[in-house]
T-cell receptor, first 113, second 114 residues
Framework: GAGVSQTPSNKVTEKGKYVELRCDPISGHTALYWYRQSLGQGPEFLIYFQGTGAADDSGLPNDRFFAVRPEGSVSTLKIQRTERGDSAVYLC???????????FGPGTRLTVL | AQSVTQLGSHVSVSEGALVLLRCNYSSSVPPYLFWYVQYPNQGLQLLLKYTTGATLVKGINGFEAEFKKSETSFHLTKPSAHMSDAAEYFCAVSESGGADGLTFGKGTHLIIQP
């Protein structure tokens, strides 16, 4: 079956612009996670959804970052007033239930010029 | 707070040699521990995980890891390296059974010499 998909695969934007990154989880998976992976680092947790609600958003670095999952499936990570330091690969993962194996997507590489 | 330290950002072994990738963790509660592999241009893939019970955990592709509470370690091993094992390996910890976000180490790039 289809895995986790993320679009776009690459996004180049200018400092100060707004971007949206999309994640399509595996069908039927109730838990969805966002991570950020900077060059030479491991993935860093951002936010976790159980269904439609954000169960833990403690990893969001500041209020420029926001994520939604309105119907409990697709999720969008939104970044306002992008900064060069936001450049990273943004990873999405989903699991059937919280606590079960997380399946990762290929990521979206965001470059802020 | 939980954390993970992976010793060695790059490890190089000869094909057929033992692979040993080191991981030490810090956790205030009994941890759940994971090893993930990332091949070039692919998503992270779970190799193995420790939850409770047997401390020696076997995973895919011949890898295994041993949870040693006294050493706060979860090192990854494979008896005989194959060229296809070349990849980035990440150790991760969770204090909630993996129900919340994982805390990852910085990763170890495994290089296989022919």
């Amino acid at each position: 079956g289809a895995g986790v998909s993320q679009t776009p695969s690459n996004k180049v934007t200018e400092k100060g612009k707004y971007v949206e990154l999309r994640c399509d989880p595996i069908s039927g998976h109730t838990a969805l996670y966002w991570y950020r992976q900077s060059l030479g680092q491991g993935p860093e947790f951002l936010i976790y959804f159980q269904g439609t609600g954000a169960a833990d958003d403690s990893g969001l670095p500041n209020d420029r970052f926001f994520a939604v999952r309105p119907e409990g499936s697709v999720s969008t990570l939104k970044i306002q007033r992008t900064e060069r330091g936001d450049s990273a690969v943004y990873l999405c993962a989903s699991s059937l239930l919280a606590g079960q194996e997380q399946f990762f997507g290929p990521g979206t590489r965001l470059t802020v010029l | 707070a939980q954390s993970v330290t992976q010793l060695g950002s790059h490890v190089s072994v000869s094909e057929g040699a033992l692979v040993l990738l080191r991981c030490n963790y810090s956790s205030s509660v009994p941890p759940y521990l994971f090893w993930y592999v990332q091949y070039p241009n692919q998503g992270l893939q779970l190799l193995l995980k420790y939850t409770t019970g047997a401390t020696l955990v076997k995973g895919i592709n011949g890898f295994e890891a041993e949870f040693k509470k006294s050493e706060t370690s979860f090192h990854l091993t494979k008896p005989s390296a194959h060229m296809s094992d070349a990849a980035e390996y990440f150790c991760a910890v969770s204090e909630s059974g993996g129900a919340d976000g994982l805390t990852f180490g910085k990763g170890t790039h495994l290089i296989i010499q022919p």
